[in-house]
């Protein structure tokens, strides 16, 4: 599972707007990659385009060193998974079904047991014949989680898992998103939360008005200078008593 | 309903096949000359070209009863069919043939054809409905695409206009008809299977299965797209395609169940619903069920259109209007929570 995600000089021009330009990108089994950006400054277009969901209007990404658009959209399925925004299920399907899902690219034999893992991992099973419109946001969450890990990809793309979790939940959530990283596979994450990102993150790519600013360790790349110009905001970065980086805004 | 607590798809079966052959027995026996069961089962028995029962009673069992039956199964399992997979495909349960004009579409081709004379020619109007219907099939299907994706609220929107179009079209010909192309143009626009024949039950036949047997192949994918197009493009779909092909198979079932009896109007929205209801939205037992109950449900409305006003005949798509409204609306109240927003 030495999967590897490669994007070069991605460009991206939607209704005449430039949203990403000369974005490049690589991502190793075991690497946890979290984008980070200020609304508008196309993470979740980049996730977009990692995922091949549209053509590019330059660049190109490729997955274990072949173009996406020369997958075919099975192969695809079976090397990546993404987790959107959010879902909005149109019929009252039980989450059993809906994890199950995610096996849509293999439908072999193992499509049981994985399934049964995944809701495990993500806590769901005991939610297992209810009906996903009744769950609670964070529930749905975990259920559409538990989907695309059902889909047992090496690469996983996630955009903004934690956005409707509390903070235990989030904590929890990635732990498992670490945890798939020390099982060999590659995550990239869209995240908001820059503290969320310092703790977890093996790499931390910060997206400023369509393009990369910066691309490396957490620790070295989340800098108050470089936070506060893109953020538009003074941010301080400070140290616990236990040695961990906290970012803070300035507030007077 | 927190639970989705489902009875086994073996006891739903066995309930569906108990009410086929109860309602096709029933609709076999009755109407204006009454065939008593045990002389159904005689002239059952001897097959079209042997009588040991009564002339009469052969004739109208053979000439007039059994095709007309048979075409009941078959459009009311091609519209009901049609009405999953366009519910599908549109992730939206309101959609059926008739929200997206494929059904106007055939009434104009049928319309059309009755002014112009061509019901002079054999299966003439038939033709042209079946023609209408593909037609309109593929014209929603251009005028909604945008940059290569089919929105689905651009597609309701077409559906509507289309429909009135239709509907224009349908009272221009009404304004421009002679009193007896009227009624033909009334009775065959509410729908009616009164003009069965073996004839028009050979044309629909082949269609509806050749439609019936490609549906099957999107039981799954069905299941996936309500996610979204999105992430049933991320699990291996390719969305558009499949949209494509789907769409050709609902034009195919609805174009050719208009043809032959008329804009019938309810049974591709309200049987899915309510297998839907029963089985939950698995495709996979949906489609079938969903045929069956659809032949069911039409049998039983043609029942009621030949013997509530007996020997006067109702149009179907009247009765099935008449029933279907109201209860969709119980239904929309009762179900509505339960299955959460339909955005």
Not at chain 1, 220 to 227: C, E, G, I, K, N
């Amino acid at each position: 599972m030495n999967t590897s995600l490669s994007a070069r000089g991605v460009r991206v021009v939607r209704n005449g707007a430039l949203l990403l330009d000369g974005v490049d990108i690589d991502v190793q089994a075991g690497e946890l990659v979290a984008v980070l950006g200020p609304n508008g400054a196309g993470k979740s277009t980049l996730l977009g385009a990692l995922a091949g969901d549209f053509a590019l209007a330059g660049g190109v990404v490729s997955i274990n060193g072949k173009p996406l658009v020369e997958y075919s959209p099975r192969d695809l399925a079976r090397a990546r998974a993404v987790l959107p925004q959010q879902i909005t299920i149109s019929f009252p399907f039980s989450v059993h079904e809906i994890v199950a899902m995610g096996r849509g690219p293999w439908q072999d034999d193992n499509d049981e047991a994985v399934i049964e893992a995944a809701m495990q991992r993500m806590d769901v099973a005991s939610l297992s014949s209810r009906t996903y419109q009744t769950l609670s946001v964070g529930e749905q969450a975990r259920v559409s989680m538990a989907r695309v890990l059902a889909q047992d990809t090496p690469l996983l793309l996630l955009d903004e898992p934690t956005a409707v979790l509390d903070i235990g939940q989030q904590e929890r959530f990635l732990a498992i998103a670490r945890a798939l990283v020390d099982e060999g596979r590659a995550v990239v994450a869209v995240l908001h939360d820059l503290n969320v990102a310092m703790r977890y993150a093996t790499r931390v790519l910060v997206l400023h008005e369509g393009r990369c600013v910066a691309n490396g360790l957490p620790e070295s790349v989340l800098t108050p200078a470089l936070l506060s110009n893109v953020y538009h905001q003074k941010i301080q970065v400070t140290t616990t008593a236990d040695g961990r980086s906290v970012i803070l805004p300035e507030r007077h | 309903m927190n639970t989705a607590r489902r009875p086994s798809i073996s006891a739903v079966g066995l309930f569906l096949a108990v009410l086929f052959a109860m309602t096709a027995l029933l609709s076999l026996a009755t109407g204006a000359f009454r065939i008593p069961l045990g002389d159904l089962f005689r002239i059952i028995g001897d097959g079209p070209n042997r009588d040991t029962v009564d002339a009469i009673a052969h004739d109208v069992f053979w000439q007039v009863r059994l095709p007309r039956v048979v075409l009941a199964v078959v459009v009311g399992a091609s519209l009901a069919v049609a009405g999953v997979i366009m519910q599908g495909i549109f992730r939206n349960p309101l959609a059926e043939p008739a929200t997206v004009g494929v059904s106007a579409g055939a009434a104009v081709g049928a319309v059309i054809a009755i002014i112009v004379g061509l019901n002079q020619l054999p299966l003439g109007v038939q033709v042209a409905a079946f023609l209408g219907g593909t037609l309109s099939t593929a014209l929603v299907y251009v005028l909604s695409r945008t940059d290569g994706k089919t929105e689905v609220v651009t597609l309701i929107l077409t559906g509507i206009a289309i429909n009135a179009f239709a509907g224009a079209v349908i009272g221009f010909a009404v304004f421009v008809a002679d009193d007896d192309e009227i009624r033909s143009v009334t009775f065959w626009s509410l729908g009616t299977l009164g003009l069965a024949t073996w004839k028009s039950v050979g044309v629909v036949i082949p269609l509806a299965v050749l439609g019936m047997l490609a549906c099957a192949r999107f039981s799954r994918v069905l299941d996936m797209l309500s996610l979204g197009d999105r992430s049933a493009a991320h699990l291996g779909i390719r969305v558009e395609r499949v949209r494509m092909q789907s769409i050709a198979v609902v034009g195919l079932l609805a174009s050719s169940a208009v043809a032959a009896t008329g804009m019938i109007a309810f049974v591709g929205l309200l049987v899915p619903h309510i297998m839907r209801l029963v089985l939950g939205p698995r495709h996979r037992h949906l489609l079938w069920t969903s045929g069956v109950l659809g032949a069911s449900v039409t049998l039983l409305a043609d029942l009621a259109a030949r013997t509530v006003l007996s020997p006067a005949e109702l149009p179907l798509g009247v009765v099935t209007a008449l029933i279907g409204a109201p209860f969709f609306l119980l239904l929309l109240r009762s179900t509505r929570r339960s299955q959460g927003g339909w955005a």
